[in-house]
T-cell receptor, first 117, second 108 residues
Framework: NAGVMQNPRHLVRRRGQEARLRCSPVKGHSHVYWYRQLPEEGLKFMVY????????ESGMPKERFSAEFPKEGPSILRIQQVVRGDSAAYFC???????????????FGAGSRLTVL | RKEVEQDPGPFNVPEGATVAFNCTYSNSASQSFFWYRQDCRKEPKLLMSVYSSGNEDGRFTAQLNRASQYISLLIRDSKLSDSATYLC?????????FGAGTRLFVKA
């Protein structure tokens, strides 16, 4: 019974390149969250998605960042034209529900660590 | 003001000590509350949910005070393996907000 699977675990990119981070949620979970964590800092919410829908992207930078969660396949966080400040750990989490009734327990993946040279 | 505020610490305590962490949140409409634990360079993992009535799981006790918008975590008889960062987490609907965490170091 696999948990949240993220890949790649480590990614090195040069400035200006693109980074694609993938997340497969726990089987049966239809809610996916992406968080960013800078070294020695807390988790910052980026985006919340359900299958084929972005529900809340208020934490995601308006430019260069995008996320999707297609009907089939993993959720993808895409960072275009990366800069050094994008270097961070990107954590994906999934949940069974995200609605107002929720005791919304998140299960996290091991994270993808992006290093921009 | 941050939505979820925690004392960053670090708390340095000897084995066997009792240590308490506090957390405040700003949104009075928040619905559910949790403590997560994060080890160095690892993902956060759920430690326990927090209820107004208080709840206990072994050496860990969590308490919620809705009137004061305050959450606490008490760890009794600290072990070396308790060394980690403890994250206070507040949820309203689909929005789950993490505090920046309190670092705990338990020394032999």
């Amino acid at each position: 019974n696999a948990g949240v699977m993220q890949n790649p675990r480590h990614l090195v990119r040069r400035r200006g390149q693109e980074a694609r981070l993938r997340c497969s949620p726990v089987k049966g979970h239809s809610h996916v969250y992406w968080y960013r964590q800078l070294p020695e800092e807390g988790l910052k919410f980026m985006v919340y998605l359900q299958k084929e829908n972005i529900i809340d992207e208020s934490g995601m930078p308006k430019e260069r960042f995008s996320a999707e969660f297609p009907k089939e396949g993993p959720s993808i966080l895409r960072i275009q034209q990366v800069v050094r400040g994008d270097s961070a750990a990107y954590f994906c989490a999934s949940a069974t529900s995200g609605g107002p009734s929720g005791a919304n327990v998140l299960t996290f993946g091991a994270g993808s660590r992006l290093t921009v040279l | 003001r941050k939505e979820v505020e925690q004392d960053p610490g670090p708390f340095n305590v000897p084995e066997g000590a009792t240590v308490a962490f506090n957390c405040t949140y700003s949104n009075s409409a928040s619905q559910s509350f949790f403590w997560y634990r994060q080890d160095c360079r690892k993902e956060p993992k759920l430690l326990m949910s927090v209820y107004s009535s208080g709840n206990e799981d072994g050496r860990f006790t969590a308490q919620l005070n809705r009137a004061s918008q305050y959450i606490s975590l008490l760890i009794r008889d600290s072990k070396l393996s308790d060394s980690a960062t403890y994250l206070c987490v507040v949820n309203k609907g689909f929005k789950t907000i993490f505090g920046a965490g309190t670092r705990l170091f338990v020394k032999a």
